[in-house]
C-alpha cells in the first residue's frame, strides 16, 4: 500500500454510554466515506474522562478484552468498513487494570494490545489511581495499509516513545488524547504547546502523526469541571499540518499521504543512519547518570 488516508476524529460525550457510542461510530462511518483507511478516535471515547476524580467505583469500568463489548463492536466496525482503528479502552486483567488500546486491522482481528507507558497523575488527571503503567512496550503493528505505532495521550509529550516506535519502522504514529483546562489554573491553556510537542515528534522522526482529543465540557463528582479544547490534527513528515479541527467541533480531518514516498525521504535524510546509541545512555536513567548510573 503506498497512498493511505489518515483521519483523525474528535467528538463530545452523549448523555450516556449508548448514545456516545452511537456517535463515536457515526464519525468512524464519515471518515471512511471520505476515503480513510486508517481511523483514529480518542482516548477512552466510550464514556467521560472518569479521572477528574478517585473514585473506587469507576475502577469496576474496566473489562478484559474477551469481555469488552466496545472493542468487539469496533473490531466489527473496522471489518464492515475494511478500515484500521486502534480501539481505546480501559483494561482488566487479572489484579491489574491498564488504560489500553486493541489495534483492530481491516479485517476485524485484534493485532494485539497497547497498554499506557506513561501515567500521569495531577489535579484533573488522577490517572495513577485508575492505571498502572503499561507493561507491553511500544508497539507497531503491520497492518493492510502499513506499519502502525500508537502510543495513549500522556506518552505523547516523550519524544523517546516516538522514536522507539519509528525505530521499529512506524509508517505512522497515533495518539488517541484526552486533554484540557488545567484545574490548577484556569487560565492555563496547553493546547498550542500539546501541539507543537507532537508536530516534533512528527519532523524529528520525518514519520506522520495522527491526535483525536475530545471536546466539551465533563463534569467531575467533587464540583470540578473539564473542557477540552479538541484542536485534534494531522501533521506531516515536516511537522507541518496536513489537516485540523476546531476547539469545540466534533467532526473528521483527513490527509493522503505516500508511504513508499515518505519512506524513501526519511531513508535520504539520515537521522537514523547517523544516531548515536552508544552516547545516549543517560536517557536509561532518571537523573541523566551516564550509561544509565548516577
Not at 482503528?85 to 494490545?113: C, H, K, T, V, W
Not at 506522520?208 to 463534569?219: D, H, K
Not at 476546531?246 to 544516531?275: C, H, N, P, S
Amino acid at each position: 500500500m503506498t497512498l493511505v488516508t489518515l483521519a483523525a476524529t474528535q467528538m463530545a460525550i452523549a448523555s450516556n454510554e449508548a448514545d456516545t457510542l452511537d456517535r463515536a461510530e457515526a464519525l468512524v462511518r464519515d471518515a471512511a466515506e471520505k476515503g480513510a483507511q486508517i481511523i483514529l478516535l480518542q482516548e477512552l471515547f466510550a464514556g467521560p474522562y472518569f479521572c477528574q476524580d478517585e473514585r473506587p467505583e469507576d475502577l469496576m469500568r474496566a473489562k478484559p478484552l474477551n469481555d469488552c463489548k466496545v472493542a468487539a463492536r469496533f473490531a466489527d466496525l473496522a471489518r464492515e468498513l475494511g478500515v484500521v482503528m486502534p480501539i481505546s479502552f480501559y483494561e482488566e486483567a487479572n489484579m491489574a487494570r491498564f488504560n489500553s488500546l486493541a489495534m483492530a486491522d481491516a479485517d476485524g482481528q485484534i493485532l494485539g494490545i497497547y497498554r499506557k507507558s506513561h501515567i500521569p497523575h495531577g489535579s484533573g488527571y488522577q490517572e495513577k489511581f485508575y492505571f498502572s503503567p503499561g507493561d507491553t512496550g511500544f508497539r507497531v503493528w503491520e497492518t493492510a495499509f502499513g506499519k502502525v505505532g500508537a502510543g495513549i495521550c500522556w506518552d505523547q509529550w516523550f519524544p523517546e516513545a516516538a522514536r522507539a516506535m519509528a525505530l521499529q519502522g512506524a509508517d505512522v504514529l497515533l495518539y488517541p488524547t484526552a486533554i484540557g483546562s488545567e484545574l490548577f489554573d484556569p487560565a492555563a491553556d496547553t493546547s498550542g504547546h500539546w501541539r507543537r510537542v507532537m508536530q516534533g515528534h512528527a519532523g524529528a522522526n520525518l514519520v506522520p502523526l495522527v491526535a483525536s482529543n475530545r471536546i466539551g465540557t465533563e463534569q467531575g463528582h467533587n464540583g470540578t469541571s473539564m473542557t477540552f479544547y479538541g484542536t485534534s490534527f494531522i501533521a506531516g513528515i515536516e511537522g507541518e499540518i496536513l489537516a485540523d479541527l476546531d476547539r469545540t467541533t466534533g467532526g473528521v480531518a483527513v490527509a493522503t499521504v505516500d508511504f513508499k514516498q515518505l519512506a524513501e525521504k526519511r531513508a535520504a535524510w539520515g537521522i537514523f543512519r547517523d544516531r548515536r546509541p552508544d552516547l545516549y545512555g543517560p536517557l536509561l536513567s532518571l537523573d541523566g547518570g551516564p550509561n544509565g548510573k548516577a
